[in-house]
């Protein structure tokens, strides 16, 4: 599968460098958050690519939730536990980064998996600007524009049958809970197959640090944010 390219693996130790990082999140994920830049000292591994690497090593269950714990840093050293219905991704340390509960049958079929991960890693990528910014205008709140901090928190996906075909993940619903100067966003998302709806998730991220929305400073993580997106064209 191509989520191969992205990591290195020596028996059951895996390695992600900045860079294979990098290029998942801005390539396959669209996601421009400079946190994975490779020259960013708050570098940290894409969640979207800890997902996609579990889906690709242990299939779809009906059912899964997955609980970031951690971030993940570049060419840092990791590895996967198997249980009965857990997966997690732990360092040398015993440190956990993620926790993935899963029940139900499984599919390991190539063309639903590898479709499934393309789709949700784009929707997700577009969480900024595309999302975030018409919820902060809503809530009036906004992150630090020089240090914006957004982070994976959970994602759910449910799946009332699997598809011989590569599925699409729509958005429904988004919200914004604000708790001072920490903010929940919740996205709830329909998975699409074979002209119908085959299931349905749930991700939620959280953004801190929040202050009072000014127009200005939305530029300026916008302005940031697309001259990140320039670069990686050109």
């Given at each position: 599968m191509?989520v ?10 895996i ?7 990098s ?8 996601d ?12 940290c591994v ?8 579990s ?11 997955f609980?970031?714990q ?6 840092a050293?990791?590895?996967f ?16 980064f993620?926790?993935?509960e ?5 599919t390991?079929?190539?063309t639903?998996i ?9 929707f997700?990528g ?7 910014v ?8 906004m ?12 994602m759910?996906?449910k799946?009332e ?11 429904l619903?988004r ?30 991220i ?5 202050r ?7 530029d ?13 064209s050109?």
């Amino acid at each position: 599968m191509f989520v191969t390219e992205y990591y290195n693996q020596a028996d059951q130790s895996i390695t992600i460098s900045r860079q294979q990082a990098s290029d998942f999140a801005k390539s396959i994920a669209g996601d421009f958050n400079p946190i994975h830049d490779p020259d960013n000292k708050r570098f940290c591994v894409p969640g979207d690519l800890l997902f996609s690497m579990s889906l690709t090593k242990y299939g779809v269950s009906e059912s899964m939730s997955f609980d970031f714990q951690g971030m993940v840093g570049g060419d840092a050293e990791i590895h996967f536990e198997e249980s009965d219905n857990q997966l997690m991704i732990k360092n040398e340390k015993d440190k956990t980064f993620l926790t993935v509960e899963r029940d139900g049958n499984v599919t390991h079929s190539e063309t639903f998996i590898d479709g499934l991960i393309r789709s949700y890693v784009a929707f997700s990528g577009k969480t900024f600007p595309h999302i975030l910014v018409e919820l902060m205008q809503e809530e009036g709140v906004m992150p630090h524009p020089d240090r914006p901090m957004v982070i994976y928190d959970l994602m759910k996906i449910k799946f009332e049958r699997f598809s011989e075909s590569a599925p699409e993940v729509v958005l429904l619903n988004r919200t914004l809970d604000v708790d001072g100067k920490r903010g929940m966003v919740t996205m709830k998302f329909d998975i699409q197959a074979d002209g119908g709806s085959i299931g349905s998730g749930e991700k939620q991220i959280i953004m801190s640090g929040l202050r009072e929305y000014e127009q200005s400073g939305i530029d300026t993580i916008v302005s940031n944010y697309e001259a990140s997106k320039a670069r990686h064209s050109s």
